[in-house]
């Protein structure tokens, strides 16, 4: 493609044929061909980790287990360079409102596990746990802070739904990614 300026608008020649073009048809063919490269090259926004992106749990019950991910990688938080200690907050429907904390709790648990060929053998895994009793029915949000040389980094928030009359064990997972804000 080779263009030419020209006193009413560009000639253009793309692949022997010659076309002309008005200044400002000439200008809106090269956005045109300039916007993806311009879009490919602009920052992405930043995750926004205070969003309530995440599906709202079913389980009527405020307790669980916390993880520490990266993507489909999880771990202790000392694996992503974090400090050790998680808190979670429990935090009224909007999420503005601290109600009551608590400090993740680390467990050592001796388990079942199997290898690869189904030899199953005892093995210690680490949990970490946090549970809020007592509180009303409602909606809340856990919100989960990870630290890093102390300094807290954006609270990952689930919202939750609690009711007294838990039909299910308290067994959530709740896997709090490392990299948030991206």
Do not use: W
Request: glycine share 6%.
């Amino acid at each position: 493609m080779a263009a030419a300026n020209s006193s009413s608008g560009f000639i253009i020649a793309i692949k022997g044929k010659v076309l002309t073009m008005n200044g400002a048809l000439a200008t809106a063919a090269l956005l045109f061909l300039l916007a993806p490269s311009v879009v490919c090259q602009s920052a992405s926004p930043a995750s926004d980790c205070s969003t309530l992106k995440y599906s709202r749990r079913k389980v009527s019950c405020l307790c669980g287990r916390v993880q520490v991910c990266s993507g489909d990688l999880c771990g202790r938080p000392s694996d992503y360079k974090l400090d050790d200690d998680i808190r979670v907050e429990l935090r009224d429907k909007a999420g503005t409102t601290i109600l009551d904390f608590k400090k993740v709790i680390v467990e050592a648990r001796e388990r079942q596990c199997a290898t690869a060929v189904g030899i199953n053998f005892s093995c210690n895994t680490t949990e970490r746990t946090f549970c809020f009793k007592a509180k009303r029915d409602g909606d809340y949000q856990l919100a989960f802070i990870l630290f890093k040389n102390g300094v807290p980094q954006p609270a990952v928030k689930f919202p939750t739904k609690y009711s007294h009359k838990q039909s299910k064990p308290c067994n959530s997972v709740y896997s709090v990614e490392t990299t948030c804000p991206r």
